[in-house]
Nanobody, 121 residues
Framework: QVQLVESGGGLVQAGGSLRLSCAAS????????MGWYRQAPGKQRELVAR???????NYPDSVKGRFTISRDNAKNTVSLQMNSLKPEDTAVYYC???????????????WGQGTQVTVSS
């Protein structure tokens, strides 16, 4: 059983900061890329940040320069530091990870349960 558990969401005023964290637990062989996605009401889920196992990162233009993703491979965790938050950043944020359960298995995408981020104007 593999689980991704997020923490750190909440309510913040525009211009403020929040830090999201996600920890992977359970039995697995390795984790490849990890990422954060978000989904606002009535909108599709979108990529917020992605980080490879070797810590190469990519961000959409909407968050570039404001959000920073990082990971700790020893602890199987990924974090998202969000600065200069805007009301349009309001959404449920989901952690994701490409996980290989066994040496001989392929990778599978796993998702956390989501954490609400609300930015007030």
């Amino acid at each position: 059983q593999v689980q991704l558990v997020e923490s750190g969401g909440g309510l913040v005023q525009a211009g403020g900061s929040l830090r999201l964290s996600c920890a992977a637990s359970g039995s697995f062989f390795s984790i490849n890329a990890m990422g954060w996605y978000r989904q606002a009401p009535g909108k599709q889920r979108e990529l917020v940040a992605r980080i490879s196992r070797s810590s190469n990162t990519n961000y959409p233009d909407s968050v570039k320069g404001r959000f920073t993703i990082s990971r700790d491979n020893a602890k199987n965790t990924v974090s998202l530091q969000m600065n200069s938050l805007k009301p349009e950043d309001t959404a449920v944020y989901y952690c994701s990870a490409e996980i290989r359960r066994y040496v001989v298995s392929g990778e599978q995408d796993y998702w956390g349960q989501g954490t609400q981020v609300t930015v007030s104007s």
